[in-house]
């Protein structure tokens, strides 16, 4: 039975934009999550047949992308860092609106991946915590949890940027 390429297609057209932002909440990198979401879309096209009679298909390709992204956390050479030359401090834009979005991606990326993920999942994504549960493969307690850990290691860290930009 030949894939509905059409129907595909016009999926991927309609959602391509929100994975992009999904993947980039994830990973905090536009280019590695270009990745994410080409790699995630092809999964998806070997799945379409099965996929588009789904009664959800962004559940399963959010579902997708996230473990694509936890996949390539994994990799080794994603622990190292290079750098020509170490910075000595941060350089702070002016205090705008785009330095408190510059401040949280920044304490976003911090944040380990599943903390992460379930944050993307519940605020960005809009999803339930039984949703994101799903998704995750977890206990709606556990979501919960890690997003009370998330955001509140997120303000922990936001008080003391504060601090030290005053101080």
Known sequence: MPVDVEGYREYVTARLESLRRTA?????DWHTADDLVSTALVKLLRHWRRVSTMDSPDA???R????VWLDERRRPWRRESAWAEVPDRAVRPAADASVDRVTLLALLAELP??????????????LSVEETARELGCSP???KSQAARAIE???GRLASEEVRTDG
Do not use: E, N, Q
């Not at 980039?24 to 905090?28: A, D, E, F, K, V």
């Not at 991946?113 to 809009?126: E, G, N, T």
């Open 64 to 67: 997708t992308l996230l473990r």
């Open 113 to 126: 991946p599943r903390r992460r993920a379930v944050l993307v999942l519940r605020y960005f994504c809009d």
């Open 153 to 155: 290691m997120l303000r």
């Open 60 to 62: 399963y390709v959010r």
């Open 24 to 28: 980039y909440l994830l990973c905090g």
């Open 141 to 143: 307690g556990t979501v």
